[in-house]
Every structure is written in structure tokens, then in C-alpha cells.
């Protein structure tokens, strides 16, 4: 009886021993993972802090005033206007276009493919739409300039469409953001469950009636996610709208007119040899900024509808 | 039996598959209009890359060998004469700089008479399409221009790959451009990759499902959707500026500490590398989820610790779906140019980069700096380079699924 609650004493010791050992290559390795886990929060807060201490020099300097900053119409850091409004506009000119493209061809083609394709048909069509989002946005933008730009000027006149519109950009920057939208909408409509469906057949609705009243409905949250980050997708896009939008700053409602969005700005004035702590350089942390906070709560928002409306399901 | 008896419901019945049938057709025909966008896209890129090129010359290639001779198969003493008669003393002195005329191979010279002398200069370049179709009126127009040839030119060749970066579109290439891509991309992965896969390891084998994992969660989502630009903006802040000295190689005496000048291919690969660290993350944190638990639980039960575990039987398992992730986010830098455009990435570079140092250029800033250009001959010069951007991509993309279909296991 002793021997055997010694032994089983040994065993706890020796356990104990072993748990406590030093590894110090273990402990080495486990220390970096945390640190490279931390690294994340670093960057997202590291983005903040240097995009604002870069454009503080602008915010605090005395030709900056908030309310013409957000509201007048024109940015000319040359004569000290800071009216970031003609850029916004040509962000948002391009942005709601290209969602005019890219919002009903890509929930249709999300919907084809869940629900009336076969099995085989959308094992071609997914890579397909893969593919066309796997290339560069370099390409896009040739693709606008090369042949959407010639096309509309063709089709609607020469003297209305200019070389370079917002127009042929932001129908470029849908055919982008099409695939991004269809491939996320159809990966929340495959997501419902199958006997939502079977039940709306029993009833005897049609196939369309079961999409409309029951899947779309069922999926909503997924939709509305892949809209919103469709948008901020858009907006900041780059290259589509540096090729093809056109340069300087114009504040117009007229798609078939060129005009800088906040990216396409950011990628002309930084092309150059830019020179530090110029007013213009500080400015375009300014932007940035407005660009960062504008996608970030985009994308928040999307992550928000997803948790908050699939709670409901 | 025979009487008719209309169902209740067979006027509404008629509507209702009526609208069936147009939906269908509709939904179809904008599936139809999407694959139709892309087969356009890359007919379009295509068009633009062969054609004809009416090519001018300053002086004829006819004028400067004598009656009946080809100038290709002119010996070296023949075509040396030749340079040394037409060239000016300058650019000789220049060319005989590390070795004599006579020491440069045939070819080489050949090449030197063509672009030193002969001078040839793009008149007009015509699409794929225009070639094939007007062919006859074509070549008429240029038969009543003097002194120019008519070829058909495929502007993607071999020469594109191997040539530098020149204002001439006829003998530019993307050699640099390719280079530098290479070299960013490298840089990236050597930094992203380790810190990616830690961090997937870290959030999915040592922390629960705590706040604090939730919040890293979430904010490695964030960060996946910020624009790319910004990290252009924050490479350009802090590893073009701040750590000037550090990334311009002035610490090592590589520069002047002085005009110490971050426009490197380290700032340009440390700023990807940021890039593409969330998209690793998710992607390496999905592979590490798949490996069944039971797989651990077993390794505990023989008595291996967390670390040995990870080692000997998570990594094993997860790598494939890691490697493929990370293949498809750096396939994505390599098309990436908005940040690089921002940090400053010059456009105009004929020497291949030396070092991590180096100023430097990549495939997609040649594309675009080529596409923005009035020249009609530069687009068509940058038709060229996105058929080598895409195929390069392409095949990458394709290596990673191979890899996906061959390693997969969860």
C-alpha cells in the first residue's frame, strides 16, 4: 500500500517535473508567434498614427479650415484651396456607376448560378469569374482607355464623351468589381438551406417565385455584405480611374467629362518627385486618411450585416 | 370525361411560368454578358499586340550597304568599317569604350548598324483587326510614304524580355521591369510569409476565442479591405521617409547618408509585404482550422507539447493550404501597382537593379507609365507586357491549384 502511493507520488512529481522544464527554444518560438499575432494591431493602429502625423502639418496650418475642406468645390494646393469635394464627387460619380453595372449583373449571375445552373455549367463559370478577378487593375485600365473609352465615343459623339470621362472608368470599375460581388452573393445563396427551398416547391411556387420570396430574403445579409464591400472596393481603386478618369480636380455631375477622384489624385501628385513637408504632400495624407476611415467603416459595416441580420435567421 | 374543366388557378398559373421563363432567359443572358466582358477584355488586349507597322527609317538599310549586299551577312571588319564611316567621333569613342569594333560579335554589330544608323522610327501601327482587314488599303498608304517598310510586328516577343527599358518602343523591353517585380516580390515573401503563418499559428493554436482573439480577428478583416493605395501612402510615410537610412542602404555605405533616398526595392518590398500579410493570415488561419482536432488530441496523449504538436503534425498537414494562399496573395502583389506608383517607383530604368538598394521599376508600373502615354506604338508595346503579366499570373494561379488538388487533404 505505501510502495503504491509512493510510486503514484513519483509519477505526480516526475509529471510536475516535466511540466515545469524549461524549454527555452519553445518558449523563444512562442514569444515571436505572439509578437507577430500582435503585429496586426500594429499595422491597422501604425496606418492611423502616420497617415495623421503626415497630414497634421496640413490640419494645423492656418489655410486649413474644416468646413471648406469638407465643403468647397475647389482643390488647388497652389492658390491654398483645399475643397475636397471635386475629388469625393469623382469617387463617387465612378463608384455609383460602376455599381449600376455591377450590382444587377452580378446578383443575377450569383443567382444563375445557384440556382438554375448545373452542376457542371458553374464549374466553368466560377473559375471564369476567378479569373476575371485575378487580373491586375493595370489591365482594367487599359481595357477602359484602349477600348470602353473609343467605344463611347463612338456610340454617343465625339463632342459630348472627352478622351477622358469618368464614365468609361466607372463602367471598367464594375466589370472589376462584378466578379467580387457575384462569386460573395453566390457563396450566401448556396449557404441556405436546401429545405427552405423544398418547402416553398411543396407549396407550389415556381422557381423565380422560391428565389424572390424565400432564398433572397433568406440570404440578404450576405448580399447586402458583398454590395458593401463592392463599394469599398470601388472607391478606392486606383489605376481604372489614374488611366482612364482623367487628371485635375473638376467638381461635375457630368459622367462623360474627366474629373480626379481622391485616388486617382493621390497616384498623380505622388507620381512625381514629390518633396517632403510641401503643402501638397501633407495634403495627400489628408485624403488618405478620408479614403482610410471611408473604407474602414465601409468594411465594418459589411462584417456589422452579416453578424447582425444572420442572428435573425 | 371529355368536357374541358379549367382549373382554378390556370390564368394565374399561364402568368406566373411565363415570368419563369423571361427571368431564366434574363439571368442567363447576364451570365452570358459577363463571360462575353472577359472573352472582350482579352480579345482586346490581343488585338492590340500584332499587327502591322509602317517603320521609317533616318537612312535606308538599302543606303547604307553597298548595291546587292544583305547586310546581315556582313562580316565584322565590314560592319565595323561601316559604323566607323557613318558614326559621329563621339558615340564612337563611347562604343569603343571597353573593347574595339572589331572585338563585337556579328550580331551585335548588326544590331548596332540598325540602331545607330539605319535609326528606325514608327510611322503607324495598325490593330490585328484593322491588319486582317484592310490589308490591301494598308499597304497601299504606306507603298506612297518613301522610305518606309511595312512588317507585321507581334509586339510580344522574345526580345521584350530580354531588352531594357528605351524610348524607342521598337527595341524597348520590360527586362528591368521583370527584374524589379522579382525582386519586390521576393522581398514580400521573405518577410510576409514567416510573419503571416506566425500570426495564423499563434491566433489559432495558443488563443481561444477570447475578445481580444475576436478583436485580431477582426481587424486582420479590416486590414484585408483597406485600399491599397493607403499602404502606398503608409510605405511612403514611414520606409521612404522615417527609415530613409535604413532602406536607401546609407547605414551600410551602400549611399550618401546625406541625400539618403528611400525609393528602394526594400521600401517598395517591406510595403507589399504589408499588403499582403492580412490576406496570408486569413488564408494560412483557414488551412490551420481544417487539420481535425483529433490529429492534436492524439499527439497530447503520447505526451508532445504545444510547440511539437504544431511542428510535427499541424504544419504538416496545413502547409498545402497555406502555401496555396499565400501563392494567390502574392500572385496579387505581383499585379499590384497603385502602391509602388506612390512610394515612387521611376518609370525610366535601363540598368537591371544591383542590389536591394536600387532605384527600381515593376511589370505593372511599365504597363501603366506605357499605357498613359499619347504614342498609339506604346499602347501596343503595353498589350505586349500585360500578355506576359497575364501569363506569368496565370500560370502561377494555376501552379497553386495543381498544388491545392494534388496536397489537399482537409
Redesign the interface.
Known sequence: MKTLQKKRRDVNESFHLLKKRR?PG?QF??S???I??????F??L??VF??G??ALPFFTSSDFNLVKFLTGTTWQPQIKLFGVLPLVMGTLITTFIALLIAI??GI??A???SE??SFKLRST?KP??E??A??????????A???VTPFLRTLIGRDIVEIYNTASAGIVMG?LI??LI?SMSEDALTAVPRTLREGAYGLGA????TTFRVVIPAAISGLAAAII?GV??A?????IV??AAGAGPKFTFNPFKGAETM?GH??RV??G??S?DSIDYNS??SI?LL??FM??S???LS?WVVRKLSEVK | MGEKQEPLFTPTLLRRNRSERFWKILLQFSTFIGIIILVVLLLNIINQSFGYVAIGYKVSPAEIVDPGQNLEKLSVPQLAGIIRQRVSPGLLKQLEKGKTLEHYSQTELVKLVIEKIAKPEIVQTWSFWQSLRMREEIRREVSQLPGTRLVFFSWIRPDILISPQSSNPLTAGIRTALLGSLWIILIAMLVAFPLGVGTAIYLEEYTGDSTLNQAIRTNINNLAGVPSIIYGMLGLAVFVRSLAQLTSGAWLGLSNSESANGRTILSAGLTLALLVLPLIIINAREAIKAVPDTLRQASYGVGATRWQTIWHHVLPNSIPGILTGSILAFSRALGESAPLVVIGASTYITVDPANVFSRFTALPIQIYQWTSRPQPEFRNLAAGAILVLLALLLSINAAAILLRNRYKRY
Open positions: 524549454r519553445e518560438i512562442e515571436t508567434l505572439v507577430s499575432g500582435f503585429l496586426s494591431i499595422i491597422t501604425g496606418i502616420e497617415l502625423k503626415e444587377p449583373f443575377a449571375i443567382i444563375y448560378l438554375y445552373a463559370i471564369t469569374l479569373i476575371l485575378g487580373i491586375p487593375t493595370v489591365v482594367y485600365g487599359y481595357f482607355l484602349s477600348f466589370i462584378l466578379p457575384a415556381t422557381k423565380i417565385e464591400v469599398s472596393r472607391i478606392g481603386e486606383t489605376m489614374a488611366l485616388t493621390i497616384v505622388s507620381g518627385d514629390l517632403y495627400l495624407f488618405s479614403l482610410f473604407t474602414l465601409l468594411n465594418m462584417q
